[in-house]
């Protein structure tokens, strides 16, 4: 922006022309017009009630499932990931996780209370904001299938709590039914089933066999956004890209995993968004002249073409 804007009152740290790759998982991206790091969601909601309606927002935590362009952001950038995001037990019986916290973290969280069916979300490589937003899952799991209700800030700085049947949910989609204006997602309440004296110890196991299971099959060593494509229905993109003989297909600095065929990586840091878009169009290309199906990305590909 040509103009910085002005505030007053807020505690969190701002910045003005940040680059983005820093706070991005494939280390890639433009600067950003304005970065603000709220310490909680009061201040949050003073920040988005003093920010004019015309300047979009865009709310990030680890950067993951989001391809950011070379001529970056315009507007606001919110940064959620929070070291000291709470989560804690409720007298109903139900978790509370801001949206800062990392989603391995929550699982870790239920796990020590035996609460195995909130294992999946250790292979989950995001906060629970994001996790929230989009419906994130792994494992046969999802995270709307715990959800109790959500605590969230609409972009007048309005603070509610909402229950999740006011949602619609779906395979990688979350909706508000009742509106369409924005809403960022600062909590939730999930509730996942408590087991025997043994589930503490099987919760933790299941955790640990989950993560050997994703390192020894994700490129975690490498740049990366996790999955690229949606799984289209009954089959998986992965096997559809590697029956295409698109493994290790480059594009600048960016390449096809060879571990995994749904994840493209940035070996040594030198891709340009704009390789890593142009490689995600050449698979989608490849994949549906070969087999007749059109992958759907599931990262966010988001910010201006330098």
């Not at 103009?3 to 494939?26: E, I, N, P, Q, Y």
């Not at 996780?97 to 391995?104: E, F, I, P, Q, R």
């Not at 996942?192 to 490129?219: C, N, T, Y």
Request: glycine share 10%.
């Amino acid at each position: 922006m040509k103009t910085r804007l002005a505030f007053t009152g807020l505690r969190g740290d701002l910045r003005f022309d940040v680059a983005m790759a820093r706070h991005t998982s494939w280390r890639v991206g433009g600067s950003a017009d304005m970065v603000y790091t709220p310490t909680d969601v009061d201040d949050l909601a003073l920040l988005l009630r003093q920010l004019p309606m015309e300047v979009p927002v865009t709310v990030l935590g680890l950067g993951s499932n989001v391809l950011i362009r070379d001529g970056g952001l315009r507007g606001m950038v919110v940064l959620m990931l929070d070291s000291q995001a709470e989560v804690r037990s409720e007298s109903d019986g139900t978790i509370y996780a801001s949206a800062g916290l990392t989603c391995a973290k929550l699982a870790r969280f239920a796990a020590a209370q035996g609460r195995a069916a909130a294992a999946f979300l250790a292979g989950i490589p995001g906060t629970v904001g994001g996790a929230l937003a989009m419906n994130a899952g792994c494992y046969s799991g999802e995270t709307w299938s715990g959800v109790v209700r959500v605590e969230v800030v609409s972009r007048a700085g309005e603070r509610s709590i909402r229950a999740a049947d006011e949602y619609e949910v779906s395979y990688r989609q979350v909706r508000n039914k009742a509106s369409s204006l924005p809403e960022f997602f600062t909590g939730a309440w999930f509730h996942f089933a408590l087991g025997d004296a043994r589930s503490v110890e099987e919760a933790q196991a299941e955790i640990k066999a989950l993560l050997s299971k994703r390192m020894a099959s994700q490129p975690l060593e490498l740049p990366n956004a996790g999955s690229v494509f949606r799984n289209p229905p009954g089959d998986y993109a992965a096997r559809l890209i590697e029956s295409c003989g698109l493994k290790g297909l480059t594009r600048g600095g960016a390449s096809v995993s060879e571990k995994h065929a749904n994840f493209i990586v940035n070996p040594k840091g030198a891709a340009r968004a704009v390789d890593i878009e142009a490689l995600i169009a050449q698979v989608q290309q490849t994949v549906e002249a070969k087999t007749g199906v059109r992958l759907q990305p599931e990262v966010k590909i988001l910010g201006e073409v330098a």
